[in-house]
C-alpha cells in the first residue's frame, strides 16, 4: 500500500528541469504549458510515474522523471509541475518543484514555538478541499558564519464544535529564521494537508508576518 510522505521543511530549489530544450515561440512546445500544485506518483524506481491534479484528475508521466529530492519509492509527495498535457490522460513534464507538505501538531506537544516573521503572498484552499496552500516570502540571504536553514511548522491550538453545530479548526503558522540573513525575498510554497477526521466549517489561520500578528479565514 502507499503512503503520503510528509516532507520536512528544508527550503529546495522551486524547480527542477525536465528537459534542456530553449524555449519556443508560438505553437511550440511549451506555447501550452501548465502549472499546478500536484500529488506525484512515485513507483518502485523513485520515479514520478503519474500525477493527481487537485481536481481529481490523473494523468499519467510519459516518460517518468525524477529529481534528487525524490528519495523514497512507492510513495506519493506533494510538488508543484509545470507539464504539457498529451492527452485527456498523458502528459510530459518540463519542470518540477518539492512542495513542503505540514500536518498541524496539537501546541501542547510542541517544545518550541517560533514566530519569527515572514511574508505572506497568497493563500488558497485546494479544489478537493485536501490542502490549504500558502505563497510564502521568506527572507533569506548568506553568510560565512551561520548555516541555518530556516524551517517552518503548523501548530494546531484548538478544533472546536460551535453551539451551531459547525466546526473551527485554528491553526498557527511557525516559522524559524535560524539567523539567517535577510537580505532579499524569496518565494516558497507550501501545502497544509487539513485532517480527514471532522468535516471542518471553517479554518483560521494565524501568520506572524512583520506588521503584526494576521489572521486569514477560509471557508471550505
Known amino acids: 500500500m502507499k503512503k503520503f510522505l510528509y516532507a520536512a521543511i528544508l527550503w529546495l530549489p522551486v524547480l527542477t528541469a525536465c528537459t534542456t530544450d530553449s524555449y519556443e515561440k ?19 524506481q523513485k520515479e514520478a510515474a503519474a500525477f ?11 516518460p517518468p522523471v525524477t529529481a534528487k529530492w525524490i528519495e523514497t519509492a512507492d510513495t506519493v509527495y506533494r510538488a508543484v509541475l509545470y507539464f ?69 511548522g503548523l501548530a494546531q ?23 539567517v540573513p535577510q537580505y532579499y525575498t524569496i518565494r516558497r510554497y507550501i501545502s497544509i494537508l487539513l485532517p480527514d477526521t471532522v468535516a471542518l466549517d471553517t479554518i483560521r489561520l494565524t501568520i506572524p508576518t512583520y506588521e503584526g500578528k494576521k489572521e486569514r479565514v477560509f471557508i471550505p
Open 84 to 152: 504539457n498535457k498529451l492527452s485527456e490522460t498523458t502528459a510530459e513534464a518540463v519542470s518540477l518543484g518539492a512542495v513542503p507538505t505540514l500536518r498541524a501538531v496539537k501546541h501542547w506537544q510542541l517544545k518550541v514555538q517560533p514566530e519569527d516573521p515572514t511574508g505572506i503572498e497568497s493563500a488558497w484552499l485546494s479544489k478537493n478541499g485536501k490542502y490549504l496552500n500558502l505563497a510564502l516570502l521568506l527572507k533569506s540571504g548568506q553568510a560565512d558564519d551561520n548555516d541555518g536553514i530556516q524551517t517552518v
Open 26 to 44: 508560438g505553437e511550440g512546445k511549451y506555447s501550452l504549458m501548465q502549472a499546478e500544485m500536484v500529488d506525484l506518483s512515485i513507483n518502485g
Open 157 to 179: 491550538d484548538t478544533i472546536r464544535k460551535n453551539d451551531d453545530h459547525t466546526c473551527t479548526a485554528c491553526f498557527r503558522l511557525l516559522h524559524d529564521q535560524c539567523g
Open 52 to 62: 493527481f491534479l487537485d481536481d481529481g484528475s490523473r494523468f499519467t508521466l510519459t
